[in-house]
T-cell receptor, first 113, second 112 residues
Framework: DVKVTQSSRYLVKRTGEKVFLECVQD?????MFWYRQDPGLGLRLIYFSYDVKMKEKGDIPEGYSVSREKKERFSLILESASTNQTSMYLC????????????FGPGTRLTVL | QKEVEQNSGPLSVPEGAIASLNCTYS??????FFWYRQYSGKSPELIMF????GDKEDGRFTAQLNKASQYVSLLIRDSQPSDSATYLCAGAVSGGYQKVTFGTGTKLQVIP
């Protein structure tokens, strides 16, 4: 079974703090994704990566950055957390090629005070 | 803006009935479609995917795809209370690292 893990299930941070969310997958998947999910807005793509050190902006990259130094690990960074970044953050990975099935991690519920 | 649209619901059906969930998409380049189930407070999990026009059955679930009408549906037969969840429809342009576009989900409530 594919396993995608995220560093925290719940996180509370203060406005202006730098926040790191980490995601690790154990199936040698090529592609990794960060989404945020908010009521009524669904899943929105923040960034994705299709290879080590490669990244592409998604639909809502403002206020976020990412890092992929190793194939299995994809980090999301909030440079200066703001209250409007309070959300559920979901990491996902896919094998690549013609298979686009997304395997999701358990999610991190981030609250910014 | 390429979109996948779903009615947010809630869709309420009695236990044992057929639940019909629908989705439309705007990108004619989309070739792969997925249905995910998401329980409250949990992450989405894949139920089915479909690539070809027509029906695809897996147990109590049937996915239907009509590319001409840009329409995808999911039928759940013999609905159970445990099927109560939000169902997300997603479309993707096949191959490589193209992005998957998700709908906002339909909340299904199965009434015992």
């Amino acid at each position: 079974d594919v396993k995608v893990t995220q560093s925290s299930r719940y996180l509370v941070k203060r406005t202006g703090e730098k926040v790191f969310l980490e995601c690790v997958q154990d199936m040698d998947h090529e592609n990794m994704f960060w989404y945020r999910q908010d009521p009524g807005l669904g899943l929105r793509l923040i960034y994705f990566s299709y290879d080590v050190k490669m990244k592409e902006k998604g639909d809502i990259p403002e206020g976020y950055s990412v890092s992929r130094e190793k194939k299995e690990r994809f980090s999301l960074i909030l440079e200066s957390a703001s209250t409007n970044q309070t959300s559920m953050y979901l990491c996902a990975s896919t094998p690549g090629g013609d298979t686009d099935t997304q395997y999701f991690g358990p999610g991190t519920r981030l609250t910014v005070l | 803006q390429k979109e996948v649209e779903q009615n947010s619901g809630p869709l309420s059906v009695p236990e044992g009935a057929i639940a019909s969930l629908n989705c439309t998409y705007s990108d004619r380049g989309s070739q792969s479609f997925f249905w995910y189930r998401q329980y409250s407070g949990k992450s989405p999990e894949l139920i089915m995917f479909i690539y070809s026009n027509g029906d695809k059955e897996d147990g109590r679930f049937t996915a239907q795809l009509n590319k001409a009408s840009q329409y995808v549906s999911l039928l759940i037969r013999d609905s159970q209370p445990s099927d109560s969840a939000t169902y997300l429809c997603a479309g993707a342009v096949s191959g490589g690292y193209q992005k998957v576009t998700f709908g906002t989900g339909t909340k299904l409530q199965v009434i015992p």
